[in-house]
């Protein structure tokens, strides 16, 4: 990294040139970042949007303990045996998140899981784990988004709203930026916006298609139809609050571009249809290519969640929801994802890594989390570390540690940490559980459940 | 440390070094093997056994982003095949599941437990070389390559339709270097440029004009990569996918690509895939007639052959083209195609060979041709193109097939005979393979072609990676079931178990290169890629053990 | 008077720049108990910007403040929040066998607080 960082000794004031912004899924790799040795702190962080600026500059390394048990301060190395008698005692542990931090954090993790015959998931489950689901049914037409940026002359977004949560999507990617056959930017792109509301992301929107709450696979299904040249009833409009005419015109659009995309959101994948829908709209686009070429893939929305995804699938052949309590990888989606394997109160201790299912989940997955010894690494006090028995502080991955992240397209990028942290990294942590739970394993003699005798009172 | 072993008694077959089923004690000190060893050293008794190198697979699809997709897109290919882990107390090692796509732990252990010690995975976009190294961090025991695409290439494009020869040799070593992979490889030269900028257009001839570059032609991109690879004195030479994979009458663009060459070294992979006759679009007729021919009589070229097995595959590849061809011959809905930015397309879908299928067992057979037509088997090696043509765990199966002329015949018997009917009959079809050149195809000829000089043979210097078989009639279970497995002399499979859990090494090049070509390459990537040119290169921290394999300048 | 409405969470660049000061701070607390509404349903109900509203789904209930959007921006009967704690007390637990809980498009009864 060498030329890349140029110090000047001085002020102690430190450059860090084509760093990696983890927030969410676009992993702007071209930060540079001005960071305060002294004061620990990251004072300016250029082409940074307001996302990226709000993390770099936020950041803050908070005085906590290395690690709470049952909220008292305590040690690294007593949280790490604390958490690893849960782990080893326990039946049917949960493992979840993994979408905040590196791969190498990511890979441990599953290994972890492997020996302790627990379930994992990542926050793919709710976010775009039914668009998971719906290309082992119909498959993808996809590309990175160089590819994107540099042939694309109709850009459809659908069901998502980049302008506030993916910022630079449209300068880097897909509509402002300037690509090898977009010399002329917007100019050389159409660009569609379909939408249950007018949201931020519209305006710069060519034409923008307001589809009925709820209805957005009953359009999709009826473009597809028209792709294919079947007559399709006016009425269609009243379902879904479009226009045959704009359908029409539409598919003209995409039937006729160079190179079409589709953009979706989880405004297809969280909603009425779920992997129906992205399989609608996934197989929409591979429909398309008896004409064109097109392409269909989903906006993702934490830094490295595609990541934990791709980790996942290479170490156990499923994406997300496996259980391993055979002593081999199991996948099903409703039984092993996180969100049901809490609200229906199957695990009996839980390890979060990088992620806060405390303020996202549904009410009685949440409950369920504070009746057993879950266990939390974050860098920041979460709503889910407030409620564990062992809360970890970690370093915070892509500020003060390196490591892998892939971006929503399957780039993988090296990050380049800009501050040291006195706090150890989620992957050291996680090896050091780790290491401690193969001792106890392979002395144990009798098996487990000592895990009741640890719950806590409910 | 100084850990010594010795193999005894056992029949030892080593072509390269000219052993042929000779009794002789093998030496192994420190992970490699040599002259002698301290007579007390602990033994194994090889007494009824055959003890081979390591296998090496020269061409398969184990790591990276495509393959990923393959393993998400296929749930039910993994569910009825599960690797379970071993027990905690005994060894650590990682669960996982098979299929067509197994994961990166099992394709470790079941490559291991065959008795293959190096694979090179043979496609990886550079930009995503990053991927496939991490992958390669999951895959246990065997050492492995990757091959990075060059054939289409946005900036080598524009570098060849200007003459840029210097700049184009300085760019691939870079690229080498960066991604620290181990040759270069095209796949349907020419061809991403219509799929992708011209609404799904393919190329046929290797005169055609490549639509935007006035000057380039798939002919020009073989000639120039050729080239370039030997100036660079690369181990491996261009490792070829030629155009027209699939399409009947293609043999003829088969022999005007080992044409082009000009007496060049050059290896065409899977070419059973390039051996067609007929027209196109309609049923395909058998050419390996043709292309053994050739082969036999130009010592330039190198093969192997992407036999075709009966059963479940996945066809996964970088010639998206040809994966939107298959859907009409897929009963699977599954399609996936993904373009990698000015570098790659790439296209997936889930397949079966069927005996009953007139093309299918054409294609088994054009393999079988192939391989009993070979003059040389050190030039036309064992592969499946695992797991288009089948999966490597069916080697064992093909090996059966190519020693045995009875099961061989039997086979022929039950599948489509029209097809069969179209295959030449001769004395070759009685040919049965001799445990050496089954040593040859499967592990010293990989070995020779790649420029690994420490694999593929038993001689003092080589890496101790050695298999011993149990000697047995049916091959099949022979060579499915090893009795020993060292590999960097750590023995693996100890009678028939998994004992040791093993980390093995990557394999790359590193040619020298001008560094002026960087302020070529950064502005090309600044402007066309989306992320930075100073993020690009693999740092050191993806290869924690490796091994450069050196140039011939080195 | 209860009225029947489709509520949307999503994301907001408000609640983005929230979580990363932090979650207890005033900022992320504003951004996730601030619900949209649809101007003409507001002034049907009597409701006023910064009204507290009370959601009420199967699941559960929260009490929220609500905003105005323009006709043309959020059609009437249709409610938009930011994710945050809120909505977790709203979403139900069946997945579908999906692992998603129906997290967008959730049927809520609203009623003015005041």
Excluded at chain 1, 63 to 84: H, M, N, Q, S, Y
Excluded at chain 2, 516 to 531: C, H, N, Q
Aim: with cysteine; aromatic share 8%.
């Amino acid at each position: 990294m060498g030329a890349a960082t140029k110090a000047k000794s001085e002020a102690n004031i430190k450059t860090v040139e084509n760093a990696t912004c983890t927030f969410c899924g676009c992993l702007c790799d071209d930060m540079v970042l001005t960071v305060d040795m002294d004061a620990k702190k990251i004072t300016k962080a250029k082409n940074a949007c307001v996302l990226g600026k709000a993390l770099f500059l936020s950041h803050e390394e908070e005085d906590r303990p290395f690690a709470l048990i049952d909220g008292k301060p305590a040690t690294l190395k007593e949280g790490v045996e604390e958490a690893a008698q849960i782990l080893a005692n326990a039946r049917f542990p949960m493992f979840y998140g993994m979408s905040d931090t590196t791969c190498e954090a990511q890979r441990q993790n599953v290994a972890l899981v492997d020996m302790v015959g627990g379930t994992i998931d990542s926050t793919t489950s709710v976010c775009h784990g039914p668009t998971g689901m719906a290309l082992q049914g119909v498959g993808e037409s996809t590309a990175t988004l160089g590819e994107i940026k540099n042939r694309a002359d109709l850009v459809i977004y659908w069901g998502g709203n980049p302008a506030e949560s993916l910022p630079r999507h449209f300068a880097r990617y897909a509509v402002t930026a300037k690509g090898m056959y977009t010399p002329n930017r917007k100019k050389d792109r159409t660009i569609v916006n379909v939408d249950v509301r007018r949201t931020k992301s519209v305006p710069v929107a060519d034409i923008f298609i307001q589809v009925k709450i709820g209805a957005d696979f009953e359009l999709l299904w009826a473009l597809r139809a028209l792709v294919k040249g079947r007559h399709v009833d006016p009425n269609i409009e009243k379902r879904t609050g479009v226009s045959l005419e704009t359908m029409k015109d539409l598919v003209e659009r995409m039937k006729n571009c160079r190179y079409g995309v589709l953009f979706f959101g989880m405004g297809l994948s969280m909603t009425r249809g779920r992997h129906f829908n992205s399989a609608a709209i996934l197989s929409l686009a591979s429909d398309l290519n008896e004409y064109t070429h097109f392409i269909a893939t989903p906006m993702r929305g934490h830094g490295n969640v595609a990541g934990a995804d791709i980790v996942v699938s290479w170490q156990t052949g499923y994406p997300f929801g496996v259980n391993f309590s055979r002593g081999y990888p199991k996948f099903n989606p409703g039984e092993f994802t996180a969100t049901d394997m809490f609200a229906r109160g199957d695990a009996d201790a839980g390890l979060i890594l990088a992620s806060d299912p405390g303020s996202n989940f549904t009410q009685a997955a949440i409950d369920h989390m504070k009746k057993i010894p879950m266990i939390v690494l974050d860098p920041k006090l979460t709503h889910t570390a407030k409620l564990a028995r062992v809360a970890f502080t970690t370093s915070h991955y892509g500020i003060n540690t390196g490591g892998t992240a892939y971006r929503s397209d399957g780039v993988p990028i090296e990050l380049r940490p800009c501050l040291d942290s006195k706090y150890p990294s989620d992957e050291e942590v996680i090896r050091a559980i780790y290491k401690r739970v193969e001792q106890l394993l392979k002395t144990r003699k009798k098996t487990k459940g000592a895990n009741n005798k640890r719950r806590k009172a409910a | 440390m100084g850990s010594t072993l010795r193999i005894v008694n056992g029949r030892v077959y080593d072509p390269a070094n000219d052993v042929d089923g000779k009794t002789r004690d093998i030496c192994i000190k420190d992970g490699k093997i040599v002259k002698s060893v301290p007579p007390k050293t602990k033994c194994i008794d090889a007494k009824g056994m055959v003890v081979m190198p390591g296998g090496v697979d020269i061409h398969c699809h184990i790591a990276g982003a495509k393959a990923n997709i393959a393993r998400k897109l296929q749930p039910d290919d993994h569910r009825r095949d599960v690797h379970p882990r071993l027990d905690l107390k005994k060894v650590n090692t990682r669960s996982g599941t098979g299929g067509t796509v197994p994961s990166t732990f099992t394709t470790g252990y079941r490559y291991a437990t065959m008795g293959y010690t190096t694979a090179m995975e043979a496609a990886v976009p550079p930009l995503l070389a990053r991927h496939t190294l991490d992958e390669f961090e999951d895959t246990p025991v065997i050492d492995k390559g990757f091959y990075i695409l060059m054939g289409n290439n946005v900036l080598l494009y524009q570098m060849l339709q200007e003459g840029r020869h210097e700049e184009i040799r300085n760019a691939v070593a870079w690229w080498l270097n960066a991604t620290k992979s181990y040759t270069t490889k095209l796949v349907n030269p020419g061809g991403d440029e219509p799929w992708k900028g011209h609404r799904n257009a393919t190329i046929t001839q290797l005169n055609d004009k490549i639509d935007g570059y006035e000057q380039l032609t798939p002919r020009k991109i073989i000639t120039s990569m050729v080239n370039t690879v030997e100036d660079l004195g690369l181990p491996h030479p261009v490792h070829i996918h030629c155009n027209n994979l699939g399409h009947s009458g293609n043999y003829k663009t088969t022999l005007e690509t080992m044409k082009a060459t000009g007496g060049r070294r050059i290896h065409i992979t899977h070419i059973q895939f390039h051996s067609y006759g007929g027209k196109p679009n309609e049923n395909p007729t058998s050419k390996a007639p043709q292309i053994a021919e050739y082969i036999n009589n130009n010592s330039n070229i190198t093969a192997d052959v992407g036999q075709v097995m009966f059963g479940r595959s996945t066809s996964m590849t970088a010639d998206a083209p040809l994966a939107w061809m298959l859907t009409r011959y897929s009963n699977d809905r599954r399609w996936v195609n993904a373009d990698t930015e000015c570098e790659s397309g790439c296209g997936i879908i889930p397949f079966a060979y069927q005996e009953q299928v007139y093309t299918h067992a054409l294609q088994w057979a054009i393999g079988l041709e192939l391989f009993l037509l070979s003059k040389d088997p050190w030039r036309m090696v064992l592969s499946t193109d695992h797991p288009n043509g089948g999966t490597f765990t069916s080697y064992p199966r093909l090996i059966r097939t190519l020693m045995d002329r009875e099961f061989r015949k039997q086979q022929m018997d039950s599948v489509n005979q029209k097809a069969v009917a179209k295959i030449k009959r001769g004395h070759h079809m009685e040919r049965e393979y001799t445990l050496q050149e089954i040593a040859i195809v499967t592990r010293a000829g990989p070995a020779r072609i790649l420029g690994l000089k420490n694999k593929g043979h038993l001689g003092p210097g080589a890496d101790a990676d050695i298999t011993i078989y149990d000697e047995h009639e049916d091959k099949e279970l022979m060579f499915s079931a090893p009795r020993y497995v060292l590999k960097s002399g750590h023995l693996i499979i100890d009678n028939h178990e998994f004992r040791n859990n093993h980390e093995g090494k990557i394999l790359h090049v590193a040619p020298g290169y001008d560094e002026g070509i960087k302020d070529v390459i950064r502005p090309f990537v600044e402007d066309f890629y989306t992320i930075k040119f100073d993020n690009y290169a693999v740092s050191d921290h993806y290869i924690p053990r490796h091994e450069v394999v050196p140039t011939a300048k080195q | 008077m209860a009225e029947t409405m489709i509520l949307i969470p999503g994301r907001t660049t408000k609640q983005g720049v929230g979580l990363l000061e932090s979650k207890f701070k005033k900022q992320y607390r504003d951004a996730t108990t601030t619900v949209e509404i649809n101007v003409e349903d507001m002034a049907r109900l009597g409701l006023k910007d910064g009204c507290k509203v009370k959601l009420r789904s199967a699941n559960g209930v929260t009490t929220v403040k609500c905003t105005g959007r323009k006709t043309e921006d959020l059609p009437p009967g249709v409610l938009f929040i930011a994710y945050g704690p809120p909505t977790s007390k709203l979403m139900g637990t069946d997945t579908g066998a999906s692992g998603m809980p129906l997290s967008k498009h959730l049927e809520v009864e609203l009623e003015s607080v005041n």
